[in-house]
């Protein structure tokens, strides 16, 4: 079974934010693949199921994002679910708006959800597929490093123009997970990291 995560933030107030993408696209695979995530388990909300034949358990953490890695790590063991076996998508400040990256290890460029997992499953060797959010700039118009605007960026709703661009690549990732999961990395690298 592979473990698909979506990292996002519980609560309506926070639904629409930047740093939800990943709940987004879980909600997404779901409904495209008849998934119903009426479970909760592991301090998550997940749903069992298959895509493209290959069994599925998807899930919503419900820890905040920079605690994902508790309810990753319970999945796991629970599920006994290797980190090979476990992909996460998530938002990434560092790609422009609407990228997508997908990888496999490496570090957490700065992300605490992915900082958490690592500490939680001790590993860095599973899959993500990033969703660039662009990085906000500061009062000098260049793109910021200051954490206070950071913070406030990611947990801000998507502008109307962005929403618009965000909303395909929501698609593009049901895509690109399927291509992970029946065709591999690195067909999945070529096809989707442009």
Known sequence: ???IVGLGNPGRAYASSRHNIGFRCINHLARKHSVSLKQHQCRAQTGSGEIAGVPVLLARPKTFVNLSGEAVSR???????AADDFIV?????DLPLGKLRIRKGGSSGGHKGIN???????SKEFYRIKVGIGRPVGPDGMPTTDEKLIVDYVLGNFTPEEEKAIEPVIAKVAEAVVCLLTEGLS?????FNR
């Open 1 to 3: 079974m592979k473990l």
């Open 89 to 93: 998508i998530h938002d990434d400040l």
């Open 116 to 122: 958490s997992i690592i500490s939680a499953i001790g």
């Open 187 to 191: 067909a999945a690298m070529n096809r």
């Open 75 to 81: 999945l796991m063991r629970k599920h006994s679910i």
